[in-house]
């Protein structure tokens, strides 16, 4: 058995090595030499100590990023920075299947507009679920700006469940943005739009065109956002851009901001000047109040009408009932932040150098007073700009977004012209600390930085260029978030993250510790609905089941084959496969794809995924399993096979390319007798440590357990073939037999080098 | 102009900062309190010096990974193990608008088969262009395994020039690997099956299947594969794998191997052993040596037939005219690699624990010899194994790639079901060191490893599984690549890097600086053929050209707007959109997305892309630019009307929302004027300072003069206006001569920022 005897002698040159290494390689003196070969200074050092996260390391946050144009959510952890997933959301994505199995099909169908498919979304703002105005780690909700759609991701798999189109919009932007108990998610419009799906001259802009803010319902119990019980404020045509939701003190109601309250429409294409100088001439936009808890109510008192087939509360009931306010802001604002006490409230706009502070007290008692300085077109009312102000700050040019701190009153302003990061008071009005970003800042994260408690700590600065940060990669460059170290006293930048697909606009990070993913689904599981899939199937019940020319196939995939291997249908059958992964170990995941087909499934631990196509070409198409399971992955292989209608088979045997005699056979069974000796020797290294201390090595030992079944089942159809004197098949089988050895060998000596890694002690 | 008096004040506090700063928050007793904090050894961090690249530092390489299920390809650099980009290959990719715009969907069409659109690609192996056996930096090729299809990537601007689909095979695995001078592009099939597109039983394996290798042609004047001169070796049903081409020594040949020449056909629903016991019976499969110089003067003498409309040399041919052999190799094999003098080829078998070397003198004495131990059912002659070998070496368990280093004799395999790289000698035949990684090791690289001048340096191992190595993210989780330090005697494990999209096969890596991309396109360029776009456009010429319900509109974009801003059609009509970018500056890249019509592109700095489609249902559609370029970037919207058949208009005016009168004019004026005093003062800071010796700096000041330009033209408008009393359209031109002025602003600010951060002198 010379395979196993090698395994012997690296072990023991590694244990050498590893001795060795310890006393020369890492000193002081080489650490000098490599940062003066690098151009590092003490600073950078500093920053490599603060990010760099050895082998086996986890990140303290996760950030999930909205995708841009990608239509993705990105996660990335901090603060290695290392992007951990794209997950698929609005665009399909085939590495997970996204919108190539049927599960995942239905989804993306949800968010069809006028009966076409969406190919992709243009993500802003992602917003975790919360319970009591914290981060509960169970859900992400992320918005497509292009078309007014909102997907709800299940943080408990990382997998996009559902996505809801807009009953009135034509766009939105901002959203999604959570009420403190996930009661409602907000999406605000942005191009105002008719509500109809009908054509409207743009001469009638003011009196047709309209915006509107949409509170979405969240059924916690279902994990799916509920159009039925969700309602929206229909809102003047102002190009209402970002939300937040009120907390504590300001719970129960919602805050939009807005630009272009001009309602100026271009047209430089026939000498009007274009949208960008008509929407930024007025001093101030306006702050839209809405009172979401008590428009609730009103839904649930079944006093709102139904439009579009969805609630609608018009401005004129929104006023009558005293649910909707205006307040003038800085012009072309972008970011609306409450704090986490929920009694401020901070706007700042981007051809402004002041970021405003208002005081929800303030505005409290400007509502109870019904004291307003007047009323916009549309009979809203507004409070006045010194009723609502608390301070004006003077925080630089082109503020956009701000972030709170974990200490009271600090918080974190994006800079947008001047390309920095500002740090000050909004209590006492005064600036902190000013760092200098590469370039061009949109918005910012701290640390759970939008929940009712910020931890401070870190701090992302989403740059909108970053032109010369990196290699250059062609015209079309990365993006650069930087990681800024904010837990002292003054900033510090730590790192330099290249984003390469799609422009993140808006991020969040969790505490890693809330969330905690599966690694594996229940057997037979369907992932998109949470239920037990239709078409799954056990290990030794896989069918193909045909009605007609419509075939389901009930397969399963496993280390090292997909039953079944043969597939044969007729020219034009419409055909299912529905594949069930019968492993249960952490990242074993199955592929599946087919010449010619667009057929391509991600199959993790558990799952059931199909796909359906129309066999319409008669021919050969071979299929694989895609993702690298195992030493003989390349082997997991099959045929699909089309046969022309009415076509005849001749009754001809396989040509086998091989024939195998009793002396192959002894010659396997020699073979595995002896590779099972190796493997008995593992065992008895493994369970003479303290291995069940160790939960990866217990789940290791597990699945090798597994294996060992299998190979057992395959050497007594080897040996029973063997009996009947069939030495084709039986050593065929027996090689079968082998096969299953290695792969329990493989997991075998993963859990010896685990235990030797870290330290397991031998017990008597 | 209170908007710039801040930037004063934010100048003065970030300069103040700095200095506080370096002199207490870096100390040596910060470093260890992170370090102690964090856990870091002194290995780690080492590891992190050698890896951690500051704010704008640079890559020593690029790193071109294939993209696995994603159908895309991967840029990352080395040591930082960042990612950089994303390319859209054989996927649609919303961000780049590949896929979305006119001139990549023609692209992809390229790699129709059977007359249907194939929207992923399996990417496997991807290859530098070659000059002399060196990497050129020129083109990237890269494959599909699960539809027999090729790619080229050009380096001048990161983008999929080309698809082109093989005219035999139904699967392809061993691609792209490319001759020393790009002569020729390999692809070898896997899976293998019949060359015409009918129907065949598997009964006729032995006969009808049939696998192969394919020269590409590779046209270097036009950048693009020739289908018409390229061709194709017939080869036995042995599911061929990867290929090498031959170098110095061995040049003219090639090399790729196989699994399975067992011939084995599964079956395990109906009770036959399955694919992975019967294929991996033989203690031995096949590598396949083909003589591609001598194939090529046989096609360009006319000596060679075309089937399916292309060259296949058939086996009898191949054999009669001494251009095909085989040698027995370990069976499984995955790489087979020729060394950088061409002089050794190396082959390892997944379940072996040997590397094999073979001597290319031995096998062309074989040859000249004609000595074989036989012929293979199909009559090609076997090179025995004695007569070809160097060396058998144990170098761990399941060895599958093998990379070379600087030093002479130096290579690394990636040894699978051990988990572990082994460095050893090739030509003495001994290990010099083994490194454990986490998990499973499939290909691995170093640095220009494939070349005739291999860099050492670095070694990446390309992990198949990562279990327990990063933050949970569900069940299906991101691939592993390590970085290995291999400049020393001992290799040391520096980084760990999570892949967040896709299952990368194999990656390539190229010194940095050998590649030059553009950062812009020649004004009105299609950069999918590298061609004048026929509807390009300039400033000030943009149009709609009608004919019948076939609408052109050529348009443009620039911070920040669209022409034209309101596009009107009738239902029913076929729209196209073209639009040039008229940006110079660097990453100045806008996007155009809209409502409902799956329309996004990604227009560069000069590029001209279109969409089209069918305005099939009237309507409001707004559209916007979807990369945020300027600070009014959400302002660059626009509207397209789809009215109904025979609409007829209403002779309305436009509804202002907002009238102007004298004062908001002289307003607007005064401050336009302060702002210019403002921007005078900035630009006497920087021609003041040796700018020119900066060129960030001299691009800054380009576009900055170019803004001022437009500033001066809209400022004429609004004078126009003004002296004709018209205070409307004075007021809002005014507000767009400020707009370019805060353009100006924001590129004169981050010019003299970087000369005060880089320390640029003072010139009398």
Redesign the interface.
């Known amino acids: 058995m010379?395979?196993?005897?090698?395994?012997t002698?690296?072990l023991l040159?590694?244990l050498t090595?590893g001795l060795?290494?310890?006393s020369s390689?890492?000193?002081?003196e080489?650490?000098e030499d490599?940062?003066k070969a690098?151009?590092?200074?003490?600073?950078?050092?500093?920053?490599?100590?603060?990010?760099?996260?050895?082998?086996?390391?986890?990140?303290e946050y996760?950030a999930f990023s909205s995708?841009?144009?990608?239509?993705h959510v990105?996660?990335?952890?901090i603060p290695s920075?290392?992007?951990?997933?794209?997950i698929g959301v609005f665009?399909?994505?085939?590495?997970?299947g996204y919108g190539?199995d049927d599960e995942s099909k239905a989804v993306l169908a949800q968010g069809r507009?006028?009966g076409?498919?969406?190919?992709?979304g243009?993500t802003h703002h992602p917003a975790f679920s919360e319970k009591e105005g914290d981060y509960d780690g169970r859900y992400l909700f992320i918005n497509d700006?292009?078309?007014?759609r909102l997907a709800v991701i299940d943080l408990?798999?990382?997998?996009t469940k559902q996505i809801v189109v807009n009953p009135f919009f034509?766009?939105d932007?901002g959203g999604a943005f959570v009420t403190p108990n996930t009661e409602y998610v907000m999406e605000a419009s942005?191009?105002a739009?008719?509500y109809s799906?009908?054509?409207?001259?743009?001469?009638?802009?003011?009196?047709k065109?309209r915006g509107g803010v949409t509170y979405w319902k969240f059924d916690d119990k279902k994990g799916r956002l509920n159009p039925d019980e969700s309602f929206t404020f229909e809102l003047p045509p102002y190009?209402q851009?970002l939300s937040d939701a009120g907390k504590n003190a300001s719970y129960g109601w919602g805050f939009t901001n807005s630009?272009?309250?001009?309602?100026?429409?271009?047209?430089?294409?026939?000498g009007?000047?274009?949208?960008?100088?008509?929407?930024?001439?007025?001093d101030t936009d306006f702050l839209h109040v809405t009172n979401w808890k008590k428009a609730a109510e009103l839904v649930a008192a079944g006093k709102v009408k139904k439009v579009n087939d969805a609630y609608l509360i018009t401005m004129d009931q929104a006023v009558k009932e005293g649910l909707l306010y205006l307040i003038p802001e800085p012009k072309?604002p972008?970011g609306v932040d409450v704090s986490p006490k929920g009694d401020h409230i901070i706007v700042s706009g981007?051809?402004?150098?002041?970021a405003w502070v208002y005081s929800w007290a303030k505005i409290q008692d400007a509502i109870k007073n019904q004291k307003f300085e007047a009323k916009d077109p549309y009979g809203i009312p507004i409070i006045s700009l010194k009723d609502a102000l608390h301070k004006q700050v003077?925080?630089?040019?082109?503020p956009l977004h701000t972030q709170y701190d974990a200490k009271e009153c600090v918080v974190y302003t994006s800079?947008?012209?001047?390309?920095?990061v500002?740090k000050w008071d909004y209590c006492e009005g005064k600036?902190l600390?000013?760092?200098?970003i590469?370039?061009?800042i949109?918005h910012l994260l701290t640390m759970e930085g939008d929940s009712v408690s910020p931890d401070g700590k870190y701090l992302v600065s989403l740059n909108?260029?970053?032109?010369?940060?990196?290699?250059?990669?062609?015209?079309?460059?990365?993006q650069n978030h930087?990681l800024i170290d904010i837990s002292?006293e003054?900033m510090?930048?730590l790192y330099?993250?290249?984003l390469?697909?799609?422009?993140p606009?808006y991020v969040v990070a969790i505490k890693?510790d809330k969330?905690k993913?599966?690694?594996?689904?229940k057997s037979g599981w369907d992932s998109r609905t949470d239920k037990k899939h239709p078409y799954k199937t056990r290990a030794g019940r896989?069918k193909v089941v045909r009605e007609g020319n419509r075939v389901h196939v009930y397969g399963t995939v496993i280390r090292?084959?997909i039953?079944?291997?043969?597939i044969e249908v007729e020219e034009g059958d419409e055909v299912s496969i529905h594949l069930t992964n019968l492993e249960r170990a952490?990242?074993e995941?199955h592929?599946f794809?087919?010449?010619?087909?667009?057929v391509?499934l991600?199959i993790?631990?558990?799952?059931t995924a199909s796909t359906t196509f129309v066999a319409d070409?008669?021919?050969?198409?071979?299929y694989?399993c895609?993702?690298?399971?195992s030493?003989?992955h390349?082997?997991?292989?099959?045929?699909l096979?089309?046969?022309?209608k009415g076509?005849k088979?001749?009754a001809?045997?396989?040509?086998?390319?091989?024939q195998?005699t009793k002396a192959?056979y002894d010659k396997?069974v020699k073979t595995n007798v002896e590779t099972q000796a190796v493997i008995d020797s593992v065992v008895a290294f493994i369970t003479s440590h303290n291995y069940k201390d160790f939960k990866?090595v217990v789940d290791l030992v597990t699945d090798a357990t597994d294996q060992l079944g299998f190979a057992e089942e395959?050497k007594k159809k080897a040996e029973d073939f063997a009996a009947k004197g069939d030495y084709q098949?039986a050593?065929?089988?027996a090689?079968?037999w082998w096969?299953y050895q290695?792969k329990t060998?493989?997991l075998g000596?993963?859990a010896k080098?685990f235990l030797e890694?870290n330290g397991a002690k031998k017990i008597k």
């Open positions: 010379k395979m196993f005897k090698t395994k002698t690296s040159i590694g090595l060795g290494a310890a390689a890492y000193s002081q080489s650490l490599v940062m690098r151009g590092l200074t003490q600073k950078d050092l500093l920053a490599a100590a603060k990010t760099y996260t050895p082998t086996g390391g986890r990140d996760l995708g841009g144009q990608s239509g990105i996660v990335y952890g920075m290392r992007i951990l997933k794209y665009t399909p994505e085939p590495w997970q190539f507009i006028n076409k498919d969406i190919v992709y243009d700006k292009a078309n007014p408990h798999d990382f997998e034509k766009s932007h942005q191009y739009a008719p799906d009908e054509f409207v001259p743009l001469e009638e802009f003011n009196s065109y190009s851009d630009f272009c309250s001009e309602r100026y429409v271009g047209g430089i294409e026939r009007r000047p274009p949208f960008e100088a008509g929407c930024s001439q007025k072309s972008h981007k051809l402004d150098s002041h003077q925080v630089g040019l082109g800079i947008y012209v001047d390309s920095m500002t600036v600390d000013q760092l200098n590469h370039y061009n949109g909108k260029l970053s032109i010369d940060r990196f290699n250059p990669v062609g015209p079309l460059h990365p930087q002292g003054k510090q930048l330099d993250m290249p390469p697909l799609g422009e606009h890693a969330l993913p599966a690694v594996r689904y896989e090292s084959h039953t079944p291997e043969i952490q990242d995941v592929g794809a087919m010449y010619g087909q667009n391509q991600s993790e631990p558990g799952k070409k008669a021919g050969v198409y071979p694989y895609t993702e690298f399971c030493a003989l390349l082997e997991m292989q099959g045929y096979l089309v046969k022309p076509y088979a001749k001809t045997d396989m040509q086998e390319g091989q195998y192959d396997q990866t395959a098949n050593t065929l089988w090689g079968q096969q290695v060998a493989d000596l993963r080098t890694e």
